[in-house]
């Protein structure tokens, strides 16, 4: 069974860029969530969407949103990039309540 | 206050040593993680406890929910193990609810 897979490894955007990373979940799984790890910083809850519907989101501005599509697939989209957002932003998905599977993340770097 | 504190943040042994990292909470949850991270950044997920005591080969984890308290521990620890062990719950109540709260992670080095 393949595992949670995240696209791209790496992306490079200059300040004021949009980036879209992708993550599809395992196959059967329904919820995807988001997370930021930024150097230095401790992993921080980002979005978390289920049935193709936001379902919690953490305390980060609106230019970080996301959307999941039909097949449970889900994008996350920053916008108007700033330096502080380079960070490991990993997604990880679940079909019954509480167990999380990660994936290996996408390293963002902002220049 | 981190919701998610955990103890201690650096820890190096010997090869062989017997290994336990602390993790409390303040939080109402459903459930505690314990994940390992390597260099690299991919993150592995190691338990998922709502109560007692969980082991996988060398790894044992544990969840006093009354004391809001769990440990993990490393038995025969290994130079493979060196890591970051990171706790995470899952809050149960409001904004919590649904997903993970984590703690700054145990970077863990082992010694031949």
């Not at chain 1, 595992?3 to 791209?8: A, H, I, K, R």
């Not at chain 1, 230095?40 to 936001?54: A, H, I, P, R, S």
């Not at chain 2, 060398?58 to 025969?76: F, V, Y």
Request: glycine share 10%.
């Amino acid at each position: 069974e393949a595992g949670v897979t995240q696209s791209p490894t790496h992306l490079i955007k200059t300040r004021g860029q949009q980036a879209t990373l992708r993550c599809s979940p395992i196959s059967g799984h329904t919820s995807v969530y988001w997370y930021q790890q930024a150097l230095g910083l401790g992993l921080q809850f980002l979005l978390w969407y289920d049935e193709g519907e936001e379902r919690n989101r953490g305390n980060f501005p609106p230019r970080f949103s996301g959307r999941q599509f039909p097949n449970y697939s889900s994008e996350l989209n920053v916008n108007a990039l700033e330096l502080e957002d380079s960070a490991l932003y990993l997604c990880a998905s679940s079909l019954v309540v509480d167990e999380q599977y990660f994936g290996p993340g996408t390293r963002l770097t902002v220049t | 206050k981190n919701e998610v504190e955990q103890s201690p943040q650096n820890l190096t042994a010997q090869e062989g040593e017997f290994i336990t990292i602390n993790c409390s909470y303040s939080v109402g949850i459903s459930a505690l993680h314990w994940l390992q991270q390597h260099p690299g950044g991919g993150i592995v997920s190691l338990f998922m406890l709502s109560s007692g005591k969980k082991k996988h080969g060398r790894l044992i984890a544990t969840i006093n929910i009354q004391e809001k308290h769990s440990s993990l521990h490393i038995t025969a620890s290994h130079p493979r193990d060196s890591a970051v062990y990171i706790c995470a719950v899952k809050g149960r109540y409001g904004g919590s609810q649904g997903n993970l709260i984590f703690g700054k992670g145990t970077k863990l080095s082992v010694k031949p």
